[in-house]
């Protein structure tokens, strides 16, 4: 399980919402909408980031200056740029994964959305996306944005987790289930 797939604390929330009130009064909420994902995928591709993010070697301050620097490097506007520093400043960089995850959920509940994690053994066509987001829709009674994901030791099939729920249809949990299965018998 990632950093990011933990369970989401009431800090990275409340950050989240802050952080989304802001930019919604700045009229700036596209502008962060963007960014935040550049984060996250910086942070999800970058050993090196994390492992900073998380260390206790490093002072608040290099946090605050590596950090900011990055979000400099890489372009991000003000508002997404100050929050990144805030939030090593306020000692909490290694939840920032976290934050951005509680924005986006955030995010999609105020656009009358939910957003769902799908992690699939191969790509998905485009067909099937559309399928998947239908019968979510149906059963979840409002509009379900995909986080798509591929872990190619499922084998086959995928698994979405929606909230609190999770659907597994993948090949490498129903193996499991079938040799449990046959150890029980």
Same mark, same amino acid.
């Given at each position: ?53 998380? =260390?206790?070697?490093?002072? #608040?301050?290099?946090? /605050?200056?590596? $950090?900011? *620097?990055?979000? +400099? !490097? &890489?372009?991000?506007? %003000? ?40 992690? =699939?053994?191969?790509?998905? #066509?485009?067909?099937? /996306?559309?399928? $998947?987001? *239908?019968?979510? +829709? !149906? &059963?979840?009674?409002? %509009? ?42």
């Amino acid at each position: 399980m990632s950093q990011t797939e933990l369970v989401t604390g009431e800090a990275p929330k409340r950050y989240a919402s802050a952080l989304l009130d802001l930019a919604t009064s700045a009229a700036a909420l596209k502008t962060l909408e963007t960014d935040l994902k550049s984060v996250k995928t910086m942070f999800a591709g970058s050993e090196e980031l994390r492992r900073l993010a998380d =260390s206790p070697v490093f002072t #608040t301050e290099d946090k /605050v200056s590596a $950090l900011t *620097a990055v979000a +400099k !490097k &890489a372009k991000l506007g %003000k508002l997404a740029t100050q929050f990144i520093g805030l939030v090593a400043h306020n000692r909490r960089a290694a939840e920032l994964p976290s934050m951005i995850e509680a924005f986006e959920a955030e995010l999609a509940i105020r656009r009358g959305s939910q957003i769902a994690k799908v992690t =699939s053994a191969k790509k998905l #066509t485009a067909a099937q /996306v559309t399928s $998947l987001k *239908a019968n979510l +829709k !149906k &059963a979840e009674g409002r %509009k379900v944005d995909l986080e798509m994901d591929v872990d190619p030791s499922l084998l086959g099939g995928f698994v979405v987790r929606l909230g609190s729920k999770l659907y597994d249809s993948s090949l490498k949990t129903q193996l499991e289930d079938l040799s449990l299965a046959l150890k029980d018998a």
